[in-house]
């Protein structure tokens, strides 16, 4: 059974850091490209961050500068760096494995900066 977990999440200060991971079981990790989402309470799901098989990234405008997304296909795991963190990025954030043929999500990590 294919399962992406989510770790890393938690309760942060306004211009702290965090480091998400997202590890992967039962699938041919290297095949996917991997990405992260969140949604803020009431609102709708959004693009964080991507990354391609081959290593391309690309992020929303909302944490260009700030998030960082990598990939270890050896450990088939995908990470977020999030830094100068903002009551905005607040959110659940979930993992995405994708290929043209399946889409797997993880549950997710909570995020929340606060002071």
């Known amino acids: 059974q294919v399962q992406l977990v989510e770790s890393g999440g938690g309760l942060v200060q306004p211009g702290g850091s965090l480091r998400l991971s997202c590890a992967a079981s039962?699938?041919?990790?290297?095949?996917?490209?991997m990405g992260w989402y969140r949604q803020a309470p009431g609102k709708q799901r959004e693009l964080v961050a991507t990354?391609?098989?081959?290593?391309?990234?690309n992020s929303a405008d909302s944490v260009k500068g700030r998030f960082t997304i990598s990939r270890d296909n050896a450990k088939k795991t995908v990470y977020l760096q999030m830094n100068s963190l903002k009551p905005e990025d607040t959110a659940v954030y979930y993992c995405?494995?994708?290929?043209?043929?399946?889409?797997?999500w993880g549950q997710g990590t909570q995020v929340t900066v606060s002071s």
């Open positions: 039962e699938i041919n990790f290297r095949i996917y490209t």
């Open positions: 995405k494995a994708q290929t043209t043929l399946r889409t797997y």
């Open positions: 990354i391609t098989t081959g290593g391309m990234t």
